[in-house]
């Protein structure tokens, strides 16, 4: 931990935020006793979160963070001349702007001027939450009058302002405990080197996870029925044989009665679905549990600048019942016509995403048609990365690649109209993106799929699948109800006791 002396000379410099950092082994604890213990030891846990990582279906990624409850939060909501972002702090509104949420947040990252740790990972400190699908509304103007009826009722963006967090080495299995000081503030590297002390401290209590008992299990609805979701298909196919587009994501909303504890959800998810993007988000009134496959945008500085990775995500089997069956599902997956078809043309999609705030010449597809498998299903995976021009921020970044075109299709703008016109409801969170933006200048977010909401004892899934010339309306009402299948399992696996 920094002296006060050094404390003093990076306030002097001009640093207003400036973190003091404890380490700590924590090596027989799990990153789900330790969110326990460090974000609900002193409450409920509101507006926390834990980020966690399994690589390639079988192997933690190398860190999980955990955002204690924040004392700051950034909300968006409304289009148009509507569209306002509010800065709440302790549960009061202390900031409201009218102009763009996206610009708005760009600038607020801005106030801060932090003196970064060497060597710690890519987050450790600053923005983390979600965006909605519907923020594309504030990126592409034509869509801001089209947006569906909202049935959520969730901000279209929230993002957590995080400033004490602990970051889990699952390597070496250290943890660090890291609180940001605000110098402006009285009596600032006491109180927050006290705070460092209390997180320790608290690494000492036992902890359990929430009572799991049997339940009665509710029966899942859909705002979407089976034949108004084909019957939406067939039009879409119309429209693209007409020749307006090429291809549309079409989507359905299952809702199911959920009463029990949102982590235990969580940790059933978890145990069926491991991905590369896990993500635990309790945001006060509602909750977002993922497990994310898909990568929307990375952006991360590297020796040779800052690089851009989009990891398109497209073309979907269910797991075969044995090795046999699996390994036929993937034969059968990768030569499918249609499939390799809407693959190439979602890698087109990312290189021209990543196109528009890449140097030129530096756009790459550096792996293709990979298959990669999670529970219940196995996708096709490509990699396309690029290297960002010099004075282009974050949000730049997400604004050339939002919303993902793995969840709208092509011409990707043209898709969203129609997406508008043939589902039911505003998308939400659904098909957006949740992640972090860092105090370093990084940021990774996955695209919201296989991600429940709960809000008021609901729990809400949705799924799309990719409509072309010959698609099967059959076949992708199944798509969706396949990928929908995890999270509802595992509100089954909740209900049932979690044994």
């Not at 995080?162 to 006491?190: F, R």
């Not at 790459?364 to 096709?380: G, L």
């Not at 709208?408 to 998308?427: C, F, Y």
Request: glycine letters at 8%.
């Amino acid at each position: 931990m920094i002296t006060e002396l050094e404390f003093k000379s990076l306030a002097s410099q001009g640093y207003n935020r400036i973190p003091l950092m404890a380490e700590a082994f924590a090596d027989l604890e799990t990153p789900l006793s330790l969110y326990l213990k460090l974000a609900h030891g002193r409450g409920d846990g509101k507006y926390s979160f834990l980020l966690e990582s399994v690589v390639g279906g079988e192997r933690f990624g190398r860190y999980s963070f955990i955002g204690l409850p924040a004392r700051t939060l950034l909300q968006a909501s409304g289009f148009g001349a509507e569209a306002k972002t509010e800065v709440v702090r302790d549960g009061v509104v202390v900031e409201t702007n009218h102009g763009n949420p996206l610009d708005f947040i760009a600038a607020y990252q801005k106030r801060f001027k932090v003196a970064l740790r060497p060597g710690l990972p890519r987050f450790c400190g600053g923005l983390a939450g979600y965006f909605g699908y519907d923020a594309v509304r504030y990126i592409e103007k034509k869509l801001e009058k089209s947006c569906p009826p909202d049935t959520l009722g969730c901000p279209d963006i929230l993002l957590l302002q995080c400033e004490e967090l602990a970051v889990i080495d699952n390597l070496s299995g250290k943890l660090y405990l890291i609180v940001y000081a605000d110098p402006a503030q009285p009596e600032a590297y006491a109180n927050a080197k006290r705070r460092v002390r209390e997180l320790k401290e608290a690494l000492k209590y036992s902890v359990s996870a929430p009572v799991v008992k049997p339940s009665q299990s509710h029966p899942p609805e859909r705002d979407f029925a089976k034949a108004d979701y084909i019957a939406a298909v067939e039009r879409a196919k119309e429209l693209i044989a007409g020749g307006d587009f090429m291809q549309v994501q079409v989507g359905q909303r299952i809702k199911k009665r959920y009463t029990e504890s949102p982590l235990s959800l969580y940790r059933a998810l978890r145990s069926l679905n491991p991905s590369p993007y896990m993500y635990y988000y309790h945001l006060g009134d509602f909750h977002v549990v993922g497990a994310s496959p898909e990568i929307l945008v990375r952006q991360e500085k590297t020796e040779e600048g800052t690089k851009v990775i989009i990891r398109p995500l497209a073309g979907t089997r269910p797991r075969g019942a044995t090795p046999e069956k699996d390994k036929a599902a993937e034969i059968e997956l990768v030569n499918d016509p249609k499939e390799r078809a809407e693959h190439v043309m979602l890698i087109d999609l990312a290189r021209n995403d990543i196109g528009r705030i890449a140097q030129i010449g530096s756009v790459k597809v550096t792996e293709a048609f990979v298959v990669e498998r999670y529970s219940h299903v196995m996708h096709i995976v490509s990699n396309v990365e690029g290297t960002l021009i010099e004075g282009m921020t974050s949000m730049d970044v997400l604004k050339a690649s939002f919303p993902a075109g793995t969840l709208t299709g092509a011409p990707k703008v043209h898709a969203m109209e129609i997406i508008d016109q043939l589902e039911p409801t505003k998308r939400g969170i659904y098909g957006g993106a949740c992640g972090y933006l860092s105090y370093a200048g990084d940021m990774d977010v996955a695209i919201a799929i296989r991600t429940g909401i709960i809000k008021d004892q609901t729990l809400y899934v949705q799924a799309a699948a990719g409509v072309v010339a010959d698609s099967v309306p059959e076949m992708e009402w199944r798509e969706t109800e396949h990928k929908a299948r995890a999270l509802l399992r595992a509100a089954e696996l909740v209900e049932e006791g979690l044994e």
